[in-house]
């Protein structure tokens, strides 16, 4: 989720008294890639009190990217209890917690003392890219595809048309992990001596809640690591052996909706349930009240991510876009296939950063007050670009500049960029996903830009639903956690609790941004392949 937001974070968005609130609540958490969030719910999921902290990413060298994760425990613990302050309530009327949390960014420990190898080695790093590309060229995954298109023309099964297509990216955990095995000779001898855990953050933190008395992650954050088979339900065998990884480093995996133990009592002074563990898109995705197959979620936060949930199996694509576990919750499995946009969110606080704003609110209108970008285009790739590219050596860029340009074409061209992008992501899943789309619902703080909406509308003719609250990683782990403590009853009464803000409906033909998006397309191309040579 985006932290274009997070200055002007209320702390406290309902007055709240012992006398008129609800006597239970749920926390709601979001540890995304650039804020820390909390929320407190009541039964109608109405936000109590809140609190938020910037997620401090650390550079060691260029486009590596960390996190301290000594930084980022004590960040979620004040957050929390900043959250329950704001709303003015005890912690013991806490009856769940659900976390949702920026998926693939991992962190290996010592089994026996707990301590950490490393820092956090974010889904955004790129240390990675010369094993991925070498990985990708390679003999091994030539005789793997090869092998998985025959197999697969004999047995139509969706695991192996998948397998035969597969590829890996820097956003995948495998080549990450491969290199810090390659690099950090104390974690090889770790996994040697059967003495390392790995996790994604929600693994981590549930450690540190529990005191290292807890050790699992659930389905939906397991199947964004590359490492995990959504057909099989199951860590890939297969995969592990490939990349000569002991599957024994893994966590368990549970059900989204799980009790998967108590905070330590000593943290919070009462021991409050962790009942839900999920990933920040498929969280959205639930707190949207996605439930129906073909309803799409379109997120435009840090980055952007588009997902359509697919029924309760994993539909086989052609790599743009992957096949993920939604949830899990008892015998009930969601499915979703997902493509993702690295930079958006990222790139308006860049411009921000270089006084072309003040506010990101001021972005719309400085758009708007404009008929074109007067042919300038820009490249959102400070991350590489992701599907239907996949190029992680392509540069960020503007391109037509003039002695005319001014930053308010500069500013179009970025807010246009994004729509772009979102256009080429929904023209993949249209020809990747063979599931009509239904309903398209936003989320994340670039959402509130209307002009990005309203292009957006435009380049997909299709409706685009604004919700009231944009922040739905939290509300889909309160949820999560809610379901699980029967503090809701049932998904239907969630969707009758959901709130829309604003429909965006096209006004104009998509044929009429043809041209301008052709460009664009040009611009992109141009900027691939920058830093093969670096």
């Known amino acids: 989720m985006s932290g274009l937001q997070a200055g002007a974070e209320q702390r406290r968005e309902e007055p709240s008294s012992p006398a008129s609130s609800p006597s239970r609540f749920v926390l709601g958490l979001d540890v995304g890639s650039t804020v820390i969030r909390c929320h407190v719910y009541d039964r109608t999921t109405r936000v109590r009190g809140s ?9 060691p060298q260029p486009g590596w990217v960390e996190i301290d994760p000594d930084a980022l425990w004590t960040q979620f613990v004040a957050v929390i209890k900043d959250a329950v302050k704001a709303a003015g309530i005890q912690m013991n009327q806490i009856v769940g917690l659900g976390i949702s949390t920026q998926r693939a960014t991992f962190i290996t420990w010592n089994k026996k003392t707990g301590h950490h190898f490393h820092n956090f080695i974010s889904w955004q790093d790129l240390r990675a890219a010369g094993l991925v590309k ?9 005789l793997l595809r090869g092998a998985c298109q025959v197999l697969h023309f004999f047995s139509r099964s969706k695991l192996l048309s998948t397998a035969s297509r597969f590829n890996f990216t820097t956003q995948h955990v495998t080549l990450r992990l491969i290199w810090i095995l390659q690099n950090l000779s104390e974690v090889r001898k770790a996994v040697e001596e059967d003495n390392c855990c790995f996790g994604t953050i929600d693994t981590w933190l549930l450690h540190k809640l529990t005191k290292g008395s807890a050790f699992a992650t659930d389905y939906s954050n397991a199947s964004t690591t590359g490492f995990f088979d959504p057909f099989g339900m199951c860590w890939s ?19 989204t909706s799980h009790n998967f133990g108590s905070v330590d009592e000593e943290i919070f002074g009462v021991p409050i349930p962790v009942v839900a563990l999920v990933g920040d898109q498929q969280s959205a995705m639930f707190g949207e009240c996605c439930f129906q197959t073909g309803d799409v979620k379109l997120t435009m936060g840090t980055g952007t991510f ?21 949830w899990k919750i008892g015998q009930e499995v ?7 946009a690295g930079d958006t969110g990222t790139a308006i606080i860049w411009a921000q950063k270089l006084d072309l704003f003040t506010d990101a609110a001021e972005t719309e209108q400085m758009a708007l007050s404009l008929e074109d970008s007067e042919g300038v285009y820009f490249v959102p790739s400070f991350n590489g670009l992701q599907a239907p590219l996949n190029d992680p050596c392509a540069c960020a860029s503007f391109m037509g500049l003039k002695h005319s340009t001014s930053k308010y074409h500069l500013v179009r061209a970025i807010l246009e960029s994004i729509a772009f992008r979102n256009k080429q992501l929904y023209d993949m899943l249209q020809r990747e996903i063979q599931i009509p789309v239904t309903n398209i619902r936003a ?22 639903d604004r919700p009231t609250h944009f922040n739905m990683s939290c509300l889909g782990a309160a949820t999560l956690a809610g379901l699980a403590v029967g503090f809701w009853a049932d998904k239907e009464e969630l969707q009758k609790l959901r709130q829309s803000e604003m429909v965006f409906k096209p006004q104009k033909k998509w044929q009429e941004y043809e041209m301008n998006m052709e460009n664009w397309v ?5 900027s691939m392949n920058w830093y093969n040579k670096a």
């Open 522 to 526: 040009k611009a992109v191309k141009r």
């Open 51 to 59: 609190s938020a902290q910037k997620v401090e990413n650390v550079y």
């Open 334 to 340: 969601v499915c979703l296939a997902e493509g993702n």
């Open 443 to 464: 989320d994340g703080g670039v959402c509130n830009n209307a002009f990005v909406m309203q292009m957006t509308s435009d380049l997909f003719n299709a409706r685009i």
């Open 237 to 255: 065998k297969l995969m592990a052996t490939m990349v000569s990884l002991p599957l024994s480093i893994l966590p368990p995996v549970k059900d």
């Open 134 to 142: 070498s990985w990708n060229n390679s003999l091994v995954m030539k």
């Open 306 to 326: 588009l997902d359509i949930n697919t029924g309760n199996s994993p539909q086989h694509a052609n790599g743009g876009f992957y096949p993920l576990i939604g």
